[in-house]
């Protein structure tokens, strides 16, 4: 990600901001969820800075083969971030249908748009493969599947709530039908303003690494709108924020498409800043050398901190799951157990227990939900050569007590 988005920098910079972007990146890269979580937005950056640093250089200096790299972006886009990376790309598909330059002539425009169908017709069959196989239809992702299964909260915030799922236990009921409607109302209605500015603010603040440089790109978006050659990467950035008003619920790394277009933002607005000459005065270009560093030299100390100090980092409480296990098979190798979880208080819904493997029946300890004595016994004789656990994480998450 963080190479790839030094390259879509290059496409829009001079080469030094570009590289000095480039190591601004590196604490998105290494140190954040994004690049160390199943739900991160890595792999979905990666896809818009390759479209963002295709288009620059098909644009600019005409190089057409970079249209590989687009259609590769989107390709990607496609399958991570479906509905932000279709928005995330609406400027630019503009760019190239309406606002082709005409001195780069018909012929160039049909050829860019071929090597991007060369590579996007391959992907999207490959694509739908893998829906058929999965859920049955070559144009039902496996997410909306899920969805027509168990969620009853649409996508948008204008669409009406789906009939009531019949869930099975608590932690689901808990979070279809109590959790997530409650978000569904607050997004149909005037609070959802400060919310979505609320996670544009955090989402800032994750990519930037502090909100200050958020503020920068604010206090200069005079300045930015004027500069012509990078006024697609705003257009970008604005349908990000514009798309992200219909949805129920955002989090930081659904922008994950528009970040290379937000670092080109910011390195622009630093560059505002060096040329900053209040009275007179260099003040900008003092503030544009410290203000990096001080960036730098906070997060870099607050992680030294935190190490000299062996602060444990904070974990949820199923953490505890694999603890858990692997005690059960260390103290007796060679036996086969099921866990019965049971919830007692109010759970996280976002803290879940149970679950396994695909091929359950091999597993050495398989989780499965309290659901009374009479499914239970359905469960136990079906494991009849397993013992049967009881845990309540709610009360002691390491505590295990035979199942009676």
């Known amino acids: 990600m963080a190479a790839a988005l030094t390259w879509a920098l290059q496409g829009w910079l001079p080469p030094a901001w570009a590289l000095f972007g480039g190591v601004l990146t590196l604490p998105l890269a290494i140190v954040s969820y994004w690049m160390n979580g199943y739900w991160g937005g890595a792999v979905a950056a990666l896809g818009g800075a390759l479209v963002l640093g295709g288009y620059a250089r098909i644009l600019r200096r005409q190089q057409l083969w970079y249209s590989l790299a687009v259609g590769a972006g989107i390709a990607i886009l496609a399958n991570t971030r479906p509905y932000k990376g279709l928005v995330f790309c609406i400027p630019l598909a503009n760019g190239l249908f309406l606002f082709w330059p005409a001195s780069h002539g018909v012929r160039a425009r049909t050829l860019a748009l071929a090597l991007v169908a060369a590579v996007l017709i391959p992907a999207f069959v ?74 544009w603010k955090e989402t800032g603040s994750t990519i930037f690494g502090s909100p200050v440089t958020g503020l920068l790109v604010l206090g200069f978006l005079g300045h930015l709108w004027r500069d012509r050659r990078i006024r697609m990467a705003l257009w970008c950035v604005a349908a990000t924020l514009a798309g992200s008003l219909i949805e129920v619920r955002y989090y930081q790394n659904y922008a994950a498409p528009a970040v290379a277009a937000l670092f080109i933002l910011l390195i622009q607005a630093l560059r505002h800043l060096r040329q900053w000459k209040p009275g007179g005065r260099p003040a900008g270009r003092f503030l544009s050398r410290v203000l990096p560093l001080l960036l730098a030299g906070a997060a870099l100390g ?38 019965l979880v049971r919830y007692t208080g109010h759970q996280s819904p976002h803290e879940e227990w149970v679950y396994n493997g695909a091929d359950i029946d091999a597993q050495d300890v398989i989780w499965a939900h309290d659901l009374g004595s009479s499914e239970n016994e359905k469960l136990i004789g079906y494991y009849k050569d397993r013992k049967v656990w009881l845990l309540q994480p709610d009360i002691d998450p390491t505590g295990l007590t035979p199942y009676r």
């Open 302 to 339: 607050a992680q030294g901190y935190a190490l000299l100090r062996q602060e444990p980092v904070p974990q949820p409480v199923n953490a505890y799951r694999d603890t858990v296990s692997g005690k059960l098979l260390d103290d007796d190798p060679g036996s086969r157990h099921v866990i």
């Open 126 to 199: 490959i694509t739908g493969y893998y829906n058929q196989a999965v859920t049955g239809s070559a144009f039902q992702l496996p997410f909306t599947e899920y969805a027509r299964q168990y969620a009853r909260i649409p996508i948008f915030n204008f669409q009406s709530l789906q009939p009531a799922k019949e869930d099975r236990t608590s932690v689901m009921i808990d979070l279809h039908q109590h959790w997530e409607v409650k978000q569904w109302e607050a997004a149909r209605t005037l609070e959802l303003i400060p919310l979505r500015l609320k996670d």
